[in-house]
């Protein structure tokens, strides 16, 4: 933990990681691998910063809390164009061909899984040659295959798939370094963190060796393809206990973006329980499920199934809600 950033031991846990990446995504070597820090409300920042000033706007496809907050951020550095009309509750992403897009537009932005509200896209947006399409992956990145070459940028947050808090994953195409607002704080800077390998000052060493052995184990468990097999396993376990509930368990989600990552639920009825949702919860936790808890903002039960949440764990979660439907309902 104590080891120097600019020493060779440490350069060599950093390039690992990063090649393990780069091999995991089949990332094209006209993509660069930045490690930053911010998180993902860092990125929303950054994306803005180092983008929005080719044209001065951009496309942001808002279908949930994060992408909403995403464009919040940018308007700060240019002009957001929302594709979407405005909705009251985020439960569903529409087809592409009801889209307004601005072809003026210095990129498109969306979220590929929305994990407060559990709705994931079930397709990549198509866009023309000359937009970069950028994507906050933070909650679903390693879950399931991606053809980066369809992207402009990736970004994800460490904390959900890929380990502890304290860095963000950024792929970008080389071609959209270089192109950032005069303003943009150097930490926050593509082309600098390119410049220096992601070492512009201090990184947080120990969460990238931890992030490291986490590409090692995906690699060890059947890489991408592993976790997206186990990841509709388990997602189905839960969506199948809540289909079968006779609306017991309720989720708002349109079945074509359920999130396989984020499962949202209310129990007792569509606008939920309260009292049976704290039992449900405490009974989840002398079970040993703790944090099952809903996002303040929608209330209700999230089971997040990020990959270290084995199948086992997801059936014994399952056997809690079918024990409670029964003896509930
Ligand atoms: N994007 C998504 C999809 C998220 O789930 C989160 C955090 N849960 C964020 C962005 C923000 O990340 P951070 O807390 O690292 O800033």
Redesign the pocket.
Known sequence: MEMSHRSSTYGKIQETAINDLRELLNIPSNYKVLLMQ?????Q?AAVALNLIGVTGTADYVITGS?SA?AAKEAAQYGKVNAVLPKVAKYISVPRQSSWQLDPKASYVYY?D????EGVEFDFVPEVPASVPLVA?M??NFLSRPIDVAKFGVIFA?A??NIGP?GT?VIIVREDLIGKHLKSTPSILNFELMDKNSSLMNTPPTFIIYVMGLVFKWIKRNGGIAGMSKLANAKSKLIYDTIDKSNGFFYCPVDPNVRSHMNVPFRIGSAAGNDALEKEFLAKAEADGMIQLKGHRSVGGIRASLYNAVTLAETQQLANLMLDFYKNNK
């Open positions: 911010g998180g993902g409300t860092g929303f994060w907050k979220c899984n929305e994990t407060v906050d933070s909650s947050g904390q959900k808090a963000t």
